[in-house]
């Protein structure tokens, strides 16, 4: 559609000069100005003639009439002026020879804008704390993290993605009193993550109490917890040999969930890296005169900008987690020199991320604009909130879980003798929480549905995955016996499918303009629901007529494409059956 919308403004801004020569109109403005008319019958685009008024000096209904009688390309099949409106049909024959050949030609990467080439990227999500449960709470940067940094990458961005574990803090200390008191390594190292779980949650629940199960609080074990903190941060070679131990555990345990969703990390640099890096942005938060003392703790004062002050140190000297943050990024920009550095975390972080933003424009870094925080709201299951501090968490794994078993059940009525069902299963269960979670715009809060998610009739991940699957079934049985690209369009079905298709690098760009890949998850959707209009209405491979039949098997063919392009972008597996 860009290129269509090119070509049509190209129209208009030639007809305008006709109209008056000193009109200054550029085609890319005119470009955006066209819209997508409420009703397809009004046509496929529409151009608004009022902003042009005053200029031309003419009424908006003139200028529309007059030049809906001067355009004339190959892109346009009809133009009609409506009410100040210019109203243009596509031509169906342009769809043919440019849409659907440069979709043939380019397959999977057709629609991929060419904007990042030499330019890297940097994006920081995931990034779990670890030794605590890996929960429902993490989906969200997890995997609007990865669909963004897919996105940049069409693009052509060079990215750098980062799981920024939390591989330090007080959480350690309480895993190791846990583990001294009541572990042992054997049953820590085969038990993987309900292991770890079962003892944070212990450890949690001993310290804060818990009626329901009858315990009594008991405040010390958090003195301990903090002392054995303490002792890792002393270099205490028995504590750090333990932390390191319990690290390697919990980033395995939640690779399996990564692997799941076809994720991997190019840098798993995390909080624990940065404890040497900090002192010198210390100092020099020190020697720009930024750092306050304030009851003996150090921070920076921003009520000059309307937000609470950053803090640096705490009393005992300790960092916090904005001063690592401001030492990573330092790190990044050296390493990568990125374009961009994004961070991916739920709205509860807003104010963190202003704040060390605003420390690091103050610090004279002139990278400061090149930070970007992604926020989104938060997830709750079937109306109950989560909480990682007690049992009642839902963790991701067993979220999944739930997930591909039910659709096992499924599969197991409706087709019982698929090959690999397993895979398939897993597949679409994954997939079905993955594409639920990203047709909601990033920033809503989400009250996930099981039953929803899953249904293979509504606009779900089952029925798109379902679609590209229809989509590879009609490929494998039609013989395709004609090369030609005399390609011919008899069907609205057929014209609306490659209409469609036309918007993909659209789509493409306002994902990345808006960091929204839920924009992607509509952009399927609506795909999903035009190929299956076509496919219902129109016969494929048993089509008499041989153009037509070819025309129609070569559009599934160049749907399967933009689909499973698509799909990738948003970490939903491509099903060939289903
Ligand atoms: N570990 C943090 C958490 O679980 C998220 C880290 C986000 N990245 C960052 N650079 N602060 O809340």
Redesign the pocket.
């Known amino acids: 559609m860009q290129t269509i919308k090119k070509r049509i403004a190209e129209q208009i801004v030639n007809a305008v000069k006709g109209l008056n020569a000193e009109a200054e109109l550029n085609t890319a403005d005119v470009a955006a100005m066209l819209e997508y008319p409420p009703d397809a019958n009004m046509g496929d685009l529409a151009f608004p003639c009022f902003r042009l008024s005053k200029t031309l000096r003419r009424s908006p209904v003139q200028i529309a009439e007059t030049l809906a009688q001067g355009l004339s390309c190959d892109v346009i099949e009809q133009a009609t002026a409506v009410n100040g409106y210019l109203n243009i049909k596509i031509s169906n024959a342009y769809l043919c020879s440019h849409v659907l050949v440069d979709i043939l030609e380019k397959k999977e990467s057709y629609g991929a804008p060419d904007l990042g080439k030499g330019k890297t990227v940097v994006l920081?999500y995931s990034?779990?704390?670890l030794a605590k449960p890996f929960h429902i709470g993490h989906l969200g940067t997890t995997v609007i993290g990865h669909a963004i940094k897919n996105l940049h990458e069409f693009a052509g961005y060079q990215c750098v993605g980062i799981n920024?574990i939390?591989d330090w803090g007080t959480q350690f200390g309480k895993l190791i009193v846990a583990y001294k008191k009541w572990g042992n390594r054997e049953e820590v190292e085969n038990g993987g993550v309900d292991a770890l779980v079962d003892l944070y949650v212990r450890i949690n629940n001993a310290i804060s109490g818990n009626e329901e199960q009858g315990i009594v609080p008991d405040p010390s074990l958090a003195d301990e917890a903090r002392a054995e903190f303490h002792k890792m941060e002393m270099g205490d070679q028995e504590n750090l040999e333990l932390w390191r131990w319990l690290v390697k555990l919990s980033i395995k345990a939640n690779d399996k969930i990564y692997k799941q969703l076809g994720i991997t990390f190019d840098s798993y640099k995390g909080e624990s890296s940065y404890t040497e890096d900090m002192p010198a942005q210390i100092e020099k938060l020190r020697n720009e005169g930024l750092l306050k003392i304030d009851d003996g703790a150090s921070l920076v004062d921003l009520s000059e900008y309307g937000m609470p002050p950053c803090l640096i140190l705490k009393r005992d000297g300790s960092t916090l987690y904005p001063t690592r943050?401001i030492a990573?990024a330092y790190d990044r920009k050296k390493l990568y020199d990125f374009e961009k550095c994004i961070?991916v975390?739920s709205t509860q972080?807003i104010l963190h991320f202003k704040q060390w933003f605003k420390v690091v424009e103050l610090m004279g870094y002139d990278w400061y604009d090149k930070l970007v925080h992604v926020p989104y709201g938060t997830v709750s299951i079937n109306g109950a909130k989560l909480a990682t501090r007690t049992g009642n968490v839902v963790l991701l794994k067993d979220l999944f879980d739930a997930a591909v078993e039910k659709v096992k059940g499924i599969m197991e009525e409706k087709n019982p003798d698929l090959k690999g069902r397993d895979d398939v299963a897993e597949a679409v269960g994954v997939g079905a929480i993955v594409f639920y979670y990203l047709t909601n715009t990033r920033i809503k809060d989400i009250n996930f549905n099981l039953e929803d998610a899953l249904s293979f009739d509504g606009n779900t991940g089952p029925y798109v995955q379902y679609t590209y699957a229809r989509a590879c079934s009609v490929l494998e049985k039609a013989k395709v016996e004609n090369t030609s690209s005399d390609f011919i369009i008899t069907r609205n079905e057929e014209a609306e499918l490659l209409k469609v298709m036309s918007q993909y690098e659209e789509r493409v760009l306002n994902a990345l303009q808006d960091y929204e890949p839920s924009v992607i998850a509509r952009f399927i959707l609506d795909l999903a629901v035009a190929f299956n209009k076509f496919y219902h209405e129109c016969r494929i491979a048993t089509e008499a007529d041989e153009a037509i039949r070819n025309t129609r098997i070569k559009l599934t063919e160049a749907c399967k494409y933009v689909l499973g392009s698509a799909f990738s972008l948003i970490c939903l597996k491509k099903t060939e059956k289903v």
């Open positions: 920081d990034s779990p704390n920024y939390g943050d990573a961070y975390t972080q």
